[in-house]
């Protein structure tokens, strides 16, 4: 997947006519709401209506939304992990693995073949968001890039770099991915300003695979863990019985 250079914040008509509404609306919510809740959805109104009326996604620029042309939005996070190229390679290429931890994936399921996945992760009020993916690029040790089918709810792509880390500490696992949620860039500034940060979740993904590939824990809940449990080790027991029985 060859990566897309950053737009800049300028917004639509289209996007505008919606931001301007959105914006009007969440005043005239805040206004029936004299709560901590009520200021935000003020402060968010008058954001996007500010934006509306400038013509740029002020929303977008305030709260860290990085977008490429199309309106897709980009998260680029990395972090070092004192394992070999090798050994994360192996264990990301086995899509199975990453619902350990990736805590809004609820599942993914290799198809035959290695190359296409089903994916089920977690939506807000209990609900799933399902796609199918497919694999772009597969360099063993290097890098893996995949993109959603079409027809996908949510359209996204990624890709993630193993580089070894200077001095032999290990390697550099770098993340992007790009996704074009509901009301494109300024539905995820939306979804920012009330607690849903796309880039924070990301990096704490990141930090989890970090915990669990070199402490050996898998994470259950913030602050707590199920102790050891040999993640690598079962991992690779698995990928051994996937080759006996193709």
Known sequence: MADQPLSPQNASPVERAVTGGLGTGLILVSLHRPSPAGVVFATTGALLLAGASMG??????????????????????????????????????????????????????VQAGGTRSHWVAKAPVGTQVQ?????????PGRRIAWRSLEGALVPNEGHV??????????????????????????????????GEDPAVQVAEDLRRLKRLLEVGEEPTTEGQ???????????????????RTS
């Open 56 to 109: 740029r996604s002020v929303g977008a620029r305030l709260v860290g939304v990085r977008r490429t042309p199309d309106d897709r939005v980009a998260v680029e996070k990395a972090v070092t992990v004192g394992r070999s190229p090798e050994d994360l390679y192996a264990f990301w290429r086995n899509f199975e693995n990453l619902p350990q931890f990736m805590t809004h994936l609820e599942s993914v399921s």
């Open 161 to 194: 770099d193993f580089r070894p880390a200077p001095t032999g500490r290990g390697t550099e696992v770098h993340v992007s991915l790009t996704y074009r949620p509901p009301g494109g860039s300024m539905g995820a500034s939306v979804a920012r300003l009330l």
């Open 131 to 139: 796609w199918d993916a497919e694999i772009t690029e597969d360099e």
């Open 225 to 243: 863990t199920s102790g050891r449990k040999g993640a690598m080790k079962r991992a690779e027991a698995k990928m051994y019985d996937n080759r």
